[in-house]
């Protein structure tokens, strides 16, 4: 697997740092967000929590994907700015708590 960023692009307004990038995996299928996310957090140098994939494409018959991704300075920062169902593709979201319903007494 290998990956090549076409454009990185400063977000000041949302404080992040915007990637497209292409994703080259020859004779293996389109690989999974978090085995990405892995990917771009060593080629950015920053820690895996801190990067959502927001898309990934495939095309068929070949064996790129391209897609776009955003680099929050922290994850608390990324909790404030991201969509709900983005961060939980990514893992990022805190699972709420199951409560345990109590009987009602009649």
Same mark, same amino acid.
């Given at each position: 697997m290998?990956?090549?960023?076409?454009?990185?692009?400063?977000?000041?307004?949302?404080n992040r740092t915007e990637v497209h990038f292409i994703l080259r995996h020859p004779n293996s299928p389109t690989p999974k967000r978090d085995n990405v996310r892995e990917e771009l957090?060593?080629? !950015? *140098? +920053?820690?895996?929590?801190?990067?959502?994939?927001?898309?990934?494409?495939s095309?068929?018959?070949?064996?790129?994907?391209?897609?776009?991704?955003?680099?929050?300075?922290?994850?608390?920062?990324? !909790? *404030? +700015?991201?969509?709900e169902y983005l961060l939980k593709r990514n893992k990022l979201e805190a699972k709420p708590e199951k409560k345990k319903e109590e009987p009602k007494e009649e």
């Amino acid at each position: 697997m290998e990956l090549e960023i076409q454009e990185k692009r400063e977000n000041p307004l949302l404080n992040r740092t915007e990637v497209h990038f292409i994703l080259r995996h020859p004779n293996s299928p389109t690989p999974k967000r978090d085995n990405v996310r892995e990917e771009l957090s060593k080629v !950015m *140098k +920053v820690p895996k929590d801190r990067v959502v994939v927001d898309h990934m494409k495939s095309s068929f018959g070949v064996h790129d994907s391209k897609g776009y991704a955003k680099i929050y300075p922290s994850k608390e920062e990324a !909790m *404030k +700015v991201e969509r709900e169902y983005l961060l939980k593709r990514n893992k990022l979201e805190a699972k709420p708590e199951k409560k345990k319903e109590e009987p009602k007494e009649e």
